[in-house]
Structure formats: structure tokens, C-alpha cells
Nanobody, 121 residues
Framework: VQLQASGGGLVQAGSSLRLSCAASGRTASSYILAWFRQVPGKGREFVAGIHWNGGTLYNPDSVKARFIISRDNAKNTMYLQMNSLGPEDTAVYYC???????????????WGQGTLVTVSS
């Protein structure tokens, strides 16, 4: 499976942004999809993940009920709706695909190139 993330940009604090991750490949719709984010100098952090059947898992510390993950299996696309953004959300956001919905990095088999989200105060 190949992944292409998009939708990042520069926004002001309090704004919303929606990220997209397009998956391609014959079995793309059967994979777990997830969002991670990374700030320079720090490790990659799990944000949220979604099973092919719609089941979700969030990192409460990073999301705090502000983000919503979804997917459209017909379009092989995953979304991350991010609301009430703050400077602490500034990071490169990566989408990932795997077979297990977990918060650790190593089980994920494929990664997108990342999309930069910058939130100004």
C-alpha cells in the first residue's frame, strides 16, 4: 500500500484543519490507518487510528477530544479533522497503514511522506 498525506498548512490558533491520506494499492481498504505526528527533535507520536470497520483509537493526551478521525473506504481515504488547534499541535503529520490498531510505530508497514501543520499563536 502507498500513502499520500495532504492538507497541512499554516493556521492561527483556534482554527480547524482537515488532513487527508489517500491510500492506493489493491488491498488498501483492508488496512488499519493511523495518524502520527512529529516535532523536530522528538519521537513520532501516535495521534489516532481507525480500523477498516470504523473502530477508532485516540491518544487522549494529544487529541483531547479536539480531533476526529474518519475514513471513506470507497475512496481509500482517511481524514483527520482537527479543531481548536493550538501551537502545541505544530508538527509534521504522517499517515501510516498496518494490520493492527496500536499506538506504537513498529507494527505499521507503510508510511506517507508527511504534511506540515503550523499553528501560530
Amino acid at each position: 500500500v502507498q500513502l499520500q498525506a495532504s492538507g497541512g498548512g499554516l493556521v492561527q490558533a483556534g482554527s480547524s484543519l482537515r488532513l487527508s491520506c489517500a491510500a492506493s494499492g489493491r488491498t488498501a481498504s483492508s488496512y488499519i490507518l493511523a495518524w502520527f505526528r512529529q516535532v523536530p527533535g522528538k519521537g513520532r507520536e501516535f495521534v489516532a487510528g481507525i480500523h477498516w470497520n470504523g473502530g477508532t483509537l485516540y491518544n487522549p493526551d494529544s487529541v483531547k477530544a479536539r480531533f476526529i478521525i474518519s475514513r471513506d473506504n470507497a475512496k481509500n481515504t482517511m481524514y483527520l479533522q482537527m479543531n481548536s488547534l493550538g501551537p502545541e499541535d505544530t508538527a509534521v503529520y504522517y499517515c501510516a497503514a498496518g494490520q493492527y490498531l496500536v499506538t506504537t510505530i513498529s507494527p505499521y508497514l507503510a508510511w506517507g511522506q508527511g504534511t506540515l501543520v503550523t499553528v501560530s499563536s
